[in-house]
């Protein structure tokens, strides 16, 4: 799970959101009028004030303060007076809210701690603010920011940067912060949870007693050898270690004071004392790991405990759980249900020993369940992780838990595990209950399927239902979670409006969800998708996640125009701010190419130039923000056009690309070689030369060699640590390619593969809907393919078309689907609705919907391509419809 998207859930409750637009008090300082002779501007989580005709360099030393929740408001107002008094530049996050989840437990590491940024005009003047402010803020507490050096044992930090919003490519052609290094070339400005000047700054010598103090914290006196990491939260690490006096095996786990907040402002240390006083009470369960002691290093606290051998349960049932196969015999099934209901026997009974001595686990998931197996292949299990614990007397909410199992807010006590046990009963077979997020009445959508699917008692199933929606009637409307009214509601009808399967009932609805979605009056986005929309400029106008994107869905699966729509996309890309993005599925390339599409070429052709201005020769070469999507979009609108120079630009990223794709990492279509192969292949179609499909072929053979193949004889992209099926970096993505090659070549290891790219889109079971990284994907593929032979057929592709049934969540009384993480609906083509919407058009009888570059491919003739249906609006087989142009 990604616990950067827990932070954008606050500010709405259908869809993922910055966290500045959450409505919350500001500080006073925030409030304030802004002084005379000053300027101020809101950036995201940044206020910034900066006197009128100052000039400051563009990048140096700057210094942050850190300060606590409890002190932030006193620290802000001093710092606020001096740099004012003294006309220094300076920004501070303005509340705190803000303040809590840029110190919350899974923050960025990088900016955690990060309160006030002030811009010294050089470094002498670095040097006497430094000195002032740790003065000034003596005897402050507030937690040590990663990414700098400390001043002192106060909260003055120091980093060189860039003052200035700057960007380059990076060596993997990522557009990343930049700073000039000594002759005047950007160069990426690493913000790691490190400190890291860059190597040709000579470090001030006021700076040097700091850092060999820094230097001088090790743990070379305590008796204890970290031998890896574990697990990184902002709150610490934790580590596999042994004790250097015994050799037993242990786990380190690490407190940073006031960084990694809970829910109730409690920092890591806190917890830790929590963790320590909930396993003394613990001791001798077998269920629960033995404390062995405690140490300080610096300022870090460090809790040393038993190293309990096994896996969690989310890695250990994922690699046993049948639906993982195309077509599970009944036989598997009834074994896994026999697994999975043994399981869920031995955690309640863990449980129940905990409750037995008082204490509330409160953070029952998955991950913090370890499994472990006898010789006889009995299993066992016990609970990790009681940072969160407490003694049942102590009334305490939950302050940290897994989306998947948070309990609603009014539960307390023993009620809190008893909800996750609930939970754990449906996602043992089917782990989705981060829908319940969303919606609690989903969990009798959820249930309902588990039993078409297992033969699991009906009885087990209902408890489960009944536990988690008990109380929603007496819920406010507004609450996420308030859609189920009684303890089991009895729905008058289906919970979904429309079956996925029911193309055109289900093509409408879900149409009808995206235009209800539409925000009209927001400058960042007009439709709410991935947390991707505010990680760059234009995010919310982009092809994978904003409004490109979704009306190119929307076209594809026959949409009437939607002129309201398109104005406000030319109306944000009229000048695209600093910083926007070159690549297709992130920046100017995939919008210019949507406006082409949607008859607005004037457009097109501007965002065209301004992205040849840019340096587009130093972006990296993959499909998703590189020189094969750049190459992609500026053929098609040279082609159209009729503009050799766009054209021309084409075949030199096409000749960049060859060069370059040898190195990428990466396989698959969005970050691999097929992406390049993608853009080499149409390249030889429309030239005839033959070294562009010979190109196109070695790319194909280096994504292969990133594969791997299963027992079940499905081929998958290996990643080290997992291995991925999916469209957008995984093997699915890779045989959309293979498909199109072979059109042209014949490959006896490309045949192959495609087979067992084929069996790999079959699984029964995908963790989540998304076009590029889930099921969505499958139904894409699987509509489309040339592949012959078993897994192709109807009956395959419906399977995979009703499977989505299981993550749908109805939007105002519309068909629509959660993005990455499940926590929210997103609309947009990458992760939301938008993406399953194209997937569904491309299965719909005579559905011709596709991604971009990748059309419908010319059938053998034992399988004829279907006709188009007269009444679709199709990119492909419609000329563009004549509209105004700006």
Not at 108 to 116: H, I, Q
Not at 436 to 453: F, G, Y
């Amino acid at each position: 799970m990604n616990k950067g998207y827990a932070a954008f859930c606050d500010a709405d409750r259908w869809f993922y959101d910055a966290p500045y637009r959450r409505v919350e008090e500001n500080y006073r300082a925030a409030l304030a009028p802004v002084p005379a002779g000053w300027q101020s501007h809101r950036s995201g989580d940044w206020y910034a004030l900066r006197p009128l005709g100052c000039e400051l360099p563009s990048q140096g030393w700057k210094i942050h303060v850190s300060a606590g929740l409890d002190n932030a408001e006193s620290v802000l107002e001093r710092v606020y007076a001096y740099c004012t008094d003294r006309r220094i530049a300076f920004k501070f996050v303005p509340s705190r809210y803000l303040l809590h989840l840029r110190n919350a437990k899974y923050a960025d590491r990088a900016a955690s701690g990060k309160f006030l940024t002030v811009y010294p005009a050089d470094e002498e003047q670095c040097r006497r603010i430094a000195e002032d402010l740790d003065a000034l803020l003596a005897g402050e507490a507030g937690p040590y920011i990663l990414s700098d050096l400390r001043w002192g044992a106060g909260p003055v930090h120091l980093r060189y940067g860039s003052f200035t919003l700057r960007h380059c490519y990076d060596e993997h052609g990522e557009l990343v912060p930049a700073i000039e290094d000594p002759d005047g070339v950007l160069v990426p400005d690493p913000r790691g949870p490190v400190f890291q000047p860059p190597s040709w700054l000579a470090l001030p010598d006021f700076l040097r007693p700091h850092l060999d103090a820094r230097s001088a914290v090790t743990l070379t006196d305590v008796p204890y050898a970290v031998e890896r990491a574990l697990h990184f939260s902002n709150g610490g690490g934790v580590y596999a270690g042994r004790d250097t006096r015994t050799g037993e095996p242990v786990v380190l786990k690490e407190g940073r004071p006031f960084a990694g907040l809970a829910a109730d402002g409690a920092d890591a240390v806190a917890r830790l004392h929590r963790e320590r006083t909930a396993l003394e009470r613990l001791a001798g369960l077998d269920c629960v790991p033995a404390v062995h002691g405690t140490f300080t290093v610096g300022d870090h606290h460090f809790l040393v405990m038993q190293y309990l051998e096994g896996e969690p349960l989310n890695t250990y049932f994922a690699h046993r759980h049948p639906l993982i196969e195309a077509d599970p015999d009944p036989a598997e099934l009834a074994a896994y249900t026999d697994w999975a209901l043994k399981i869920h026997r031995l955690v309640t009974e863990a449980v129940d020993a905990v409750h037995a001595r008082g204490v509330v686990f409160n953070d029952l998931h998955l991950f913090n369940i370890m499994v472990s197996e006898d010789a006889a292949g009995e299993p066992s299990v016990a609970l990790l992780d009681f940072e969160a614990a407490a003694h049942v007397d102590e009334g305490l909410r939950q302050t940290v838990a897994n989306p998947a199992f948070v309990a609603p807010p009014g539960r307390r006590g023993f009620a809190v595990d008893r909800y996750a046990l609930a939970c754990l009963r449906l996602a043992l077979f089917l782990p989705l209950t981060s829908l319940l997020v969303l919606d609690r009445a989903k969990a009798v959508h959820l249930a309902d399927i588990v039993a078409e699917q297992f033969p699991v008692p009906r009885r087990f199933l209902d408890e489960a239902v009944e536990e988690i929606l008990a109380g929603a009637d007496s819920e406010p409307a507004s609450a996420p979670h308030a859609a189920g009214a009684g303890r089991i509601p009895a729905p008058a009808g289906p919970y979904l409006p429309v079956e996925p399967g029911d193309h055109e009932a289900a093509r409408a609805s879900m149409t009808a969800a995206i235009r209800a979605s539409a925000t009209f009056g927001r400058e960042d986005r007009l439709f709410p998708g991935d947390i991707a929309q505010f990680a760059t400029e234009g995010g919310g106008t982009c092809f994978g996640y904003g409004a490109a994107g979704v009306l190119h869905a929307l076209a594809e699966t026959g949409d009437e125009p939607w002129p309201e729509a398109e104005e406000w996309l030319l109306a944000r890309t009229k000048e695209p701010a600093s910083g926007t993005p070159l690549g297709f599925y992130d920046g100017l390339a995939g919008t210019a190419w949507t406006l082409e599409r949607l008859g607005h070429r004037d457009r097109a052709l501007t965002l065209a130039e301004q992205l040849l201005r840019q340096p587009w020769q130093d972006v990296g070469p993959d499909l998703h923000s590189g020189l094969a999507g750049i190459g992609l979009a500026l053929g098609a609108l040279g082609t159209s056009a009729s503009e050799p120079a766009l054209l021309d630009a084409s075949v030199r990223c096409a000749e960049l690309t060859a060069r370059s794709a040898p190195e990428l990492k990466r396989a698959g279509l969005l970050y691999g070689g097929s992406g390049p192969a993608l853009l080499f292949l149409r390249l030889y179609e429309r030239t005839g030369d033959q070294d562009w499909l010979l190109r196109a072929g070695d790319a194909l053979r280096r994504d292969l060699d990133h594969c791997v193949t299963s027992t079940y004889g499905t081929l998958q992209v290996n990643e080290g640590w997992r291995t991925m099926p999916y469209l957008g970096a995984g093997s699915v993505g890779i045989g959309m390619v293979l498909d199109d090659w072979l059109g042209h070549g014949a490959d006896p290891r490309f045949e192959q593969a495609r087979r067992e790219i084929v069996r790999a889109a079959q699984a029964t079971f995908y963790a989540q809907p998304g076009l590029f990284r889930g099921a969505a994907g499958m139904v894409l593929y699987l509509a489309r393919t040339t592949t012959p032979g078993p897994g192709t057929r109807p009956d395959d592709l419906t399977r995979q078309i009703d499977a989505l049934a299981r993550h749908a969540v109805p939007y105002q009384g519309h068909l629509a689907f959660p993005g990455e993480q499940l926590m929210r609906l997103s609309m947009d083509l990458s992760t939301g609705t938008a993406g399953a919407l194209l997937a569904l058009g491309s299965a719909a009888p005579g559905g011709r919907a596709q991604l971009p570059f990748l059309p419908p491919p010319r059938r053998a003739a034992a399988a004829p391509e279907p006709a188009p249906d007269p009444g679709a609006v199709s990119h492909r087989n419609n000329p563009v419809k004549k509209r105004k142009t700006t």
